[in-house]
C-alpha cells in the first residue's frame, strides 16, 4: 500500500492555491491518497514567534511579485483577495464540518474556496463560505449553527495541534508518508520522490 | 546586449553553495555575463529584523533535512562545514580585495572557497582563506594586511549596502537585469525566464 500524500494549507496562503491543483494531479498520477488539512498558521507562527511573510517589507513584495510571477508561469489566473491578509479560522471549521459528513464534499469545498479568493478575488467573509458550501449540498443552517460550535471548534483546534505536532510550519507543507516538503516550490522534488521512492 | 545576471550571497549560506555551479553554467548556456556579489546576511537581518533561518527550531531542522536532500537530488556532495553557523565578514573582504586585481580569480576563489566548506566540509577561518587565494597566486603578505585595511572595510560595507539598497533580504538572491529571484530553487524559473526573455 503505498502511503498516502498529507496536503497542510491555510486558506489565506496564495502558495497553496498555486499548488493545490497540482499537487491533486500529481496523487492521481500516482494513485496515491491525497489528505488534505487546513490549518491555521496565525497559531503556528504564534507558537513559533514568526509572523506572516507577506507584509510590507522588501521579501513582503518580492513574494507578491513571486507569487504573480509563478501564477503567470503557471498559466493559473491569480488575483488577490479584495481583503488580504485574512483570517481563515471560519473556513477551517467549515471545512472540518464538511468532512464529518463527506471528505470528498470538504475537498470539493476547499479546492472551490482557494479558487473563489485567488482566482475570483472574493474576500473571505461568512456568506461566501455558507453559500459555496450549499453549492455541495451542505445544508444552510446546520452548517452556520456548527461555525459557533464549540464541538467543531475544538474539533478545528486538535487538527492545527496535530499538524505542529507533526512538524508542520508553513503554508503550504506535503508529507509523502514522513518525508516533509515546504512550498509550491517543492513540486517538482515530490514528483521526483514519488517516481524514485525516495531519493 | 543582454543583461548581465547578478548573483548575492553569503559564504555561510548552503543555499548559496547548491545554487553556484548551476547558476555559472545558466549564465554560460545564454552567454551572459555572471557577476558574483558576497554579502553579509548578519548586516541585512539587523536592518530587517529577521534571523538566521537555519537555528534549532522545526523550521531550522526542516531546511538542514531539505539542504541535503536538494544535494542529493543534485548529485552534489554536501557537508556541513566544521564549525556552523559561522561568520563570513573576513571571505567577503578577500573577495574583494582580490578583486582589485582580477574580477575572474575573484570568482575563481569564491566557488573554490564555498567548495572548502560546504564539500569538504572545511570551517572557514582566515589561514583558509589565505592559503586559498594562494593557490590563485594572491600574494599572502599583501591580503593578509588587506584584511585589516580600513579602506577595504569600507568598500565591503559599500557593497553590502547597495544589495540592500537594490532590494536583497536572502542569499542566495540573483537579478537577471531587474527581476529578482530569491533561492536556489528558482533556478528553473531563471532559465524560463532566460529562454522566454520574461514571463
Redesign the interface.
Known amino acids: 500500500m503505498p502511503k498516502p500524500i498529507d496536503f497542510y494549507f491555510d486558506f489565506s496562503s496564495p502558495y497553496a492555491y498555486l499548488m493545490a491543483r497540482d499537487l491533486t494531479h500529481l496523487a492521481q498520477r500516482h494513485s496515491r491518497e491525497l489528505n488534505w488539512h487546513p490549518i491555521l498558521l496565525g497559531v503556528v507562527f504564534k507558537q ?1 514567534g ?1 509572523t506572516p511573510p507577506i507584509d510590507g ?3 513582503g513584495q ?1 513574494l507578491r ?2 507569487i504573480e ?2 501564477a ?2 503557471k498559466g493559473l489566473k491569480f488575483q488577490w483577495p479584495a481583503a488580504f491578509p485574512f483570517n481563515s479560522v471560519a473556513a477551517v471549521r467549515a471545512f472540518y464540518a464538511i468532512q464529518q459528513q463527506s471528505t470528498k464534499r470538504a475537498v470539493h469545498f476547499a479546492q472551490a474556496l482557494l479558487d473563489c479568493m485567488f482566482l475570483d478575488g472574493l474576500a473571505l467573509d461568512d456568506e461566501l463560505i455558507i453559500s459555496l458550501a450549499e453549492r455541495f449540498d451542505i445544508d444552510r443552517a446546520g452548517l452556520t449553527e456548527q461555525l459557533s460550535d464549540p464541538t467543531l471548534k475544538a474539533l478545528a483546534k486538535t487538527q492545527v495541534d496535530a499538524a505542529i505536532e507533526r ?1 508542520v ?2 503554508s503550504p507543507m506535503v508529507f509523502v508518508g514522513d518525508e ?1 516538503f ?2 509550491n ?2 513540486l ?2 515530490i514528483a ?1 520522490w514519488l517516481e524514485a521512492d525516495g ?1
Chains 1, 2 share one sequence.
Open positions: 513559533t514568526r517589507s522588501t521579501r518580492y511579485h513571486d510571477r509563478t503567470r508561469r512538524g510550519f508553513g516533509p515546504w512550498g516550490d517543492r517538482d522534488d521526483h531519493f
